[in-house]
């Protein structure tokens, strides 16, 4: 059930210790970020005893306990880390929740933003050609939809500018979007009350909706957050934005939160001549300059 609309939009600021963000830390991609198998990070939730580390490690295969002490040393380098910030407020979050409607490809926010978005060319397998607009309700239905739009970053230490430290602060990052998330859907919006999933059911996005990312496969358009900038400020928790929209803290995430019962994540994919041209135009950006933020998509 969607939130009462008609309002204005409501924003949200949360700055969190980094103790409240690790439990929401999915392992699976830090060790990934390694170059390591997801059966990898089950260490996570192993007992950090020698004894339990030790079972762990021997349950592989003989030939792959070196890459599974690997995991085991790197995850306990990691928690180190983890327990040194803790009490440090490093993670910090903007949302707007807003009345919106779908105009054909686009989102239209708080009446009047318009958010340009790209429709796949290639049915998928359900044979959908899909575009996140769809999940929308549209401005000619004459009822006003809701949306979240949302930045979260964690700020590394000056000192600790390390290989090992810049990884966690993405996974910190990604865990600050999935909190505020989950707060969102229980709280502020509050579409999903009576909510109760374990952290593994929200990493397997066992919730109501989605939450695409800006550059991932559904939003690839990675120069979108200078319209999420106009939304947020983003400058309020620190972020700035290069010329093609990347974001500098590096570990930060930026995206919308979409509440449709039905809404999947789905690739774009490759789109053709037609559709850029009509989306450069849409965005009131020359083709020339969107060919280069969607090289892969092209």
């Known amino acids: 059930m969607q939130a009462t609309t008609g309002q204005k939009p409501k924003r949200i600021t949360q700055r969190y210790r980094v103790s409240e963000?690790?439990?929401?830390?999915?392992?699976?991609?830090?060790?990934?970020?390694?170059?390591?198998?997801?059966?990898?990070?089950?260490?996570?939730?192993?007992?950090q005893c020698p004894?339990?580390?030790?079972?762990?490690?021997?349950?592989?295969?003989?030939?792959?306990?070196?890459?599974?002490?690997?995991?085991?040393?790197?995850y306990a380098d990691a928690m180190a880390l983890l327990r040194q910030w803790a009490d440090a407020p490093l993670c910090e979050a903007l949302c707007m929740?807003?009345?919106?409607?779908?105009?054909?490809?686009?989102?239209?926010?708080?009446?009047?933003?318009?958010?340009?978005?790209l429709r796949q060319q290639h049915a998928g397998a359900k044979g959908y050609t899909l575009c996140l607009s769809d999940f929308v309700r549209p401005a000619s239905?004459?009822?006003?939809?809701?949306?979240?739009?949302?930045?979260?970053?964690?700020?590394?230490?000056?000192?600790?500018?390390?290989?090992?430290?810049?990884?966690i602060a993405d996974r910190l990052a990604e865990a600050t979007a999935e909190r505020l998330h989950?707060?969102?859907?229980?709280?502020?919006w509050g579409y999903a009350k009576e909510e109760q999933l374990t952290m593994r059911e929200l990493h397997a996005e066992a919730f109501q909706g989605i939450r695409p990312a800006v550059g991932y496969p559904s939003l690839p358009d990675q120069s979108v957050n200078f319209i999420i900038d106009e939304l947020l400020d983003l400058s309020q928790i620190g972020i700035t934005l290069s010329d093609n929209g990347a974001m500098q803290p590096a570990s930060s995430v930026s995206g919308l939160m979409i509440a449709h019962p039905q809404a999947i994540y789905f690739a774009v994919g490759e789109i053709g001549a037609d559709q850029?041209?009509?989306?450069?135009?849409?965005?009131?950006?020359?083709?020339?300059?969107?060919?280069?933020?969607l090289a892969s998509n092209l």
């Open 51 to 74: 004894a339990c580390r030790a079972g762990w490690v021997a349950s592989f295969a003989p030939e792959e306990q070196a890459k599974a002490r690997e995991a085991t040393t790197l």
């Open 182 to 188: 989950e707060e969102v859907r229980k709280q502020h």
């Open 276 to 293: 850029l041209r009509d989306y450069a135009e849409r965005r009131g950006l020359k083709m020339e300059k969107l060919q280069s933020f």
């Open 97 to 117: 929740i807003a009345d919106a409607n779908s105009a054909g490809d686009d989102i239209v926010i708080d009446t009047h933003t318009r958010l340009p978005l």
């Open 21 to 47: 963000v690790v439990p929401y830390i999915n392992w699976i991609y830090f060790f990934h970020a390694w170059g390591m198998e997801p059966r990898y990070a089950a260490i996570a939730e192993v007992h």
């Open 141 to 167: 239905s004459g009822t006003p939809d809701t949306i979240g739009v949302f930045a979260t970053t964690a700020h590394i230490p000056a000192s600790e500018r390390t290989l090992l430290a810049s990884t």
